[in-house]
């Protein structure tokens, strides 16, 4: 039996209550007066975010489900904090995180030629190619060839730089800081209590896409981050519009969120005929009783999706509602390369489909994503150029654009800290 005073009960919606705001109260907080284009197009603040953002807050690298295996490990270049890092299962079957950098003469142990590299370790170590120094998977240094012929060496002091690591909901964080300035749950707060127990770790089958946008990182960020753009720019991919409803506001210290409501979108034949192969499965039919309690708390039938931006560069789009075919989520991300040069990387997740009908449904899906993403990059350059001109000074913001207002304020604090 178990005993009662030991059972942690999961929070209910009312625990999030004081969280949804209502654009008049978004308003009050967060003003309406026109934002400004300095931190975009000035190649000064950039180095500022290097510093006092990338270095210092937690960053998405990661999901548990990349490295499923003692040994596997991921290979993450990130040219805004100068650095390759190494995420690794160890043999403990714990996830940590290391520079990717040899102690000997500072090469990288694991060569690396995109962004990202996987690979699996065998035995339990990795070896730099360049001299054979061999490092065990929990980061000490197992074996030095030729270790007699140096004058005085320290191999317990040689072990491969670990990084700050931490795991929230199967999202691997890394924090450059060491040591970090908050825990990662310190750092997310009520957000991973809000977004947590939602099964995004039973979604192991990832479609990824990315590209190098010739823009300023919160370009990329802000044109994902509103809606106010779909019956415009996602009038070829999504053309049975039917208009949507921006609510449920959410900030939460530098997090936001917010919850889009309403009619969706008229689906063509094949993808209602998608849909319906989809919602045909118990493990792919959308489970609106899956989202978080203080999510569309009210369980309106017309729910959609729920949009949580994780400071700084981070976008979860999470879908359970009617309009969307089969349990799924997406994510957005923007790694920035320089001042006007930025990686942008996004994710379908799903849970594995179970035969051929299931897996062409999904990559409908996909495909359909897909051509909206291939819109909204569409725009980001031109915007930068515009920016850049000095055409503009400021931004005009709407209602429904009030995560790029948040996210503004929140990199301002951060910058004058």
Known sequence: MTDP??????????????????????????????????AIRDPAIYELEREKIFRRTWLKVATTSELPAIGDYKVKDLPVVDASVLIVRGKDGVVRAF???????????????????FGR???????????????????PLRSVPLEDHFGT???????????????WEGFVFINMTDPPEQ?????????????????????T????????????????LYAFSEGYHVPTIHAGSLPGFRGIEHSDFKLIGPHASSTIYGLGMEAAASTAECAR????SAAHAPHPEQVPPGINPTRRADFQFELPNVFPNLLIHLAAGCGYPGMAFFTH???PLDHGRTLWEGINYFRPARNAAERVAQLHVNALHRNAWLEDTATMEDTFTGIRSGAVDTMQLMDQEFLIRHAARTLDRYLAA
């Open 277 to 280: 192969v989809l919602h045909g």
């Open 205 to 220: 089958t990832a479609y990824r896409y990315s590209t190098v946008l010739e823009c300023n990182w919160k370009v990329a």
């Open 121 to 139: 370790a065998r035995a339990g170590v990795v070896t730099c190619r360049f001299h054979g120094w061999v490092f065990g998977t929990d980061g």
């Open 333 to 335: 991300q923007f790694w």
């Open 99 to 117: 520079h990717n950098v040899c102690t000997h003469r500072g090469n990288k142990v694991v060569p690396t030629s995109d962004a990202e590299t």
């Open 183 to 203: 825990t990662l749950a310190e750092y997310l707060g009520d957000f991973g209590t809000l977004f947590g127990g939602y099964p995004y770790a039973e979604a």
């Open 153 to 167: 060496l320290d191999k317990a002091c040689l072990g491969l730089r670990e990084i700050a690591c931490d795991t």
């Open 5 to 38: 005073a030991s059972t942690t009960l999961k929070p209910g919606a009312e625990t999030f209550a004081h969280l949804g705001r209502s654009v008049a109260a978004i308003r009050a907080e967060l003003g309406t007066d026109p934002v400004s284009v300095d």
